[in-house]
């Protein structure tokens, strides 16, 4: 029996969509965009500005966006590589959208996260509480761009 693994990543500018890519061609894993239904615009993003959609949806934990489309065969997978940008020192809550979406049970779940300047930090420890049942979770890592020399031995730790 062969492992089958997903790629599921958010990306509001393109950069973690790139990675997440670059990981799905290297593991030879499915890709899958989780596209939000009122997509994000620049002013949605300025962080700066208090009123600002991202801001106003981080500053609320339980703010769940609604996503697009759905996984069509979440049960088929084994592993699920879950990709974000970091948003306020956590994954964008439209990542817990995903989680608390889909029946994780005896699947194992591996973040990575893309960052301007902060790491993973608490983001990867956040996660945990939107999935319930037996899933194993393997450590969060930061991934900016794609390299697949560093893809290539991070699966290898991990797949």
């Known amino acids: 029996m062969s492992i089958k693994t ?5 990306s509001a500018s393109g950069v973690t969509k ?32 208090k009123q600002s959609r991202s801001s106003v949806e981080m500053n609320n934990p339980s703010v769940r966006p ?18 974000f940008p970091i948003w306020w020192g956590v994954a964008p809550r439209i990542i817990e959208t995903f989680l608390e979406s889909y029946d994780f049970n005896d699947k194992t779940i591996i973040p990575f996260c893309t960052s301007g300047g ?8 956040e996660l945990h509480k939107n999935v319930k ?16 020399k560093g893809i290539k031995k991070w699966l290898d730790k991990v797949l």
């Open 6 to 10: 997903l790629v599921a990543v958010f």
């Open 18 to 49: 790139k990675v997440g890519e670059e990981i799905a061609s290297i593991a030879g894993a499915d890709f899958f965009e989780i596209t939000p239904k009122e997509r994000y615009t620049a002013d949605d993003l300025n962080w700066m500005n």
């Open 66 to 83: 609604e996503i697009e489309e759905n996984v069509s065969d979440m049960a088929s997978y084994d592993k699920v590589i879950i990709g």
């Open 118 to 125: 902060s790491g993973v930090g608490r983001s990867d420890e």
């Open 133 to 148: 049942g037996n899933v194993k979770w393997e450590k969060g890592v930061q991934i900016n761009r794609p390299d697949e």
